[in-house]
Structures are given as C-alpha cells and as structure tokens.
C-alpha cells in the first residue's frame, strides 16, 4: 500500500480507480458512500461525515490497475467475438 500525502498524479490514478466500474470502489467505514482522494488521502462524500483514510492499494496509486481493466475488457472482447460466430 501507499500511504498519503498524494502527488497530483497519484490523485488522478485513484479518482479513475474509483470511476471503474468493474472494480469495488473505495468506501467509507463509517456510513458506507464513495470515498473521494485528496493531498491528504480519501475524504467520504457524505456531509457531515469526517471519515478519512490515509491509504490505497500500491496498484491503484500507480495507475497498474489500468492494465488490469484493459486486459479484462480485452478478454470479454475476445470472449464476444467468439461468442458472435456461434
Ligand atoms: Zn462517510
């Protein structure tokens, strides 16, 4: 994992991260709603609710979880192909 503070960059690979949807977003512990990330790490989106997290999964900082999607959306691409010549 990579613990806060996040770059600019860092930033944007996690607010894609939670805009996936074929991956389970981050979520807060506290009233369950998205989490969203800043500087400082993830704020929850309900107001009101202080809930913070100064963390994420490695791959998901760095942007490697793309990957991960893409070969997946490659693979039911493939798998649709197929699916088409029956
Ligand atoms: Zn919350």
Known sequence: MIKAP???????NLRK???E???HSYTCD?????LYPTEQGWECYTDGCNYTQDWAHTSDVTGEFQSL???RK???SKIDASLEGI
């Open 21 to 23: 949807p074929t991956l």
């Open 74 to 76: 490659h693979l039911d």
């Open 30 to 34: 506290d009233c369950g709603n998205d």
């Open 6 to 12: 996040w770059t600019t960059a860092q930033i944007e």
């Open 17 to 19: 991260r939670q805009a």
């Open 69 to 71: 999607v893409d070969f």
